[in-house]
Nanobody, 129 residues
Framework: QVQLVESGGGLVQAGGSLRVSCAAS????????MGWFRQTAGKEREFVAA????????YYADSVKGRFTISRDNAKNTVYLQMNSLKPEDTAVYYC??????????????????????WGQGTQVTVSS
């Protein structure tokens, strides 16, 4: 069982940066693949970034590639999403998610919300123009 708590959201101007964090409980955090998703009102949850349990494989949505970076600190049981060059269209509630599976399943399902077993409550990120 893993419990996830996001933090670090807020209001930032377009072109600015923000780092959101996701703190996980449980001693086996290092064995979980982690993902970041975002959602706006009336829309489906959208994949943003994913990181394998080993930290060796990352994926990004095309819309954030080159601007966002996902990372993890297993000693702190925390995964981060560094967001640079933010745009108004990045405004959303950001959720972190965790999945415990093989590397091969991760490579196939990393962008699918239904594959992840555990979710945080979300943190609001608002980018003003």
């Amino acid at each position: 069982q893993v419990q996830l708590v996001e933090s670090g959201g807020g209001l930032v101007q377009a072109g600015g940066s923000l780092r959101v964090s996701c703190a996980a409980s449980g001693r086996t955090f290092s064995s979980y693949h982690m993902g970041w998703f975002r959602q706006t009102a009336g829309k489906e949850r959208e994949f943003v970034a994913a990181l394998s349990w080993s930290g060796g494989t990352t994926y990004y949505a095309d819309s954030v590639k080159g601007r966002f970076t996902i990372s993890r600190d297993n000693a702190k049981n925390t995964v981060y999403l560094q967001m640079n060059s933010l745009k108004p269209e990045d405004t959303a509630v950001y959720y972190c998610a965790a999945a415990h599976s093989t590397e091969s399943y991760y490579r196939t399902y990393y962008s699918s919300p239904s594959w992840y077993s555990y979710w945080g409550q979300g943190t609001q990120v608002t980018v003003s123009s």
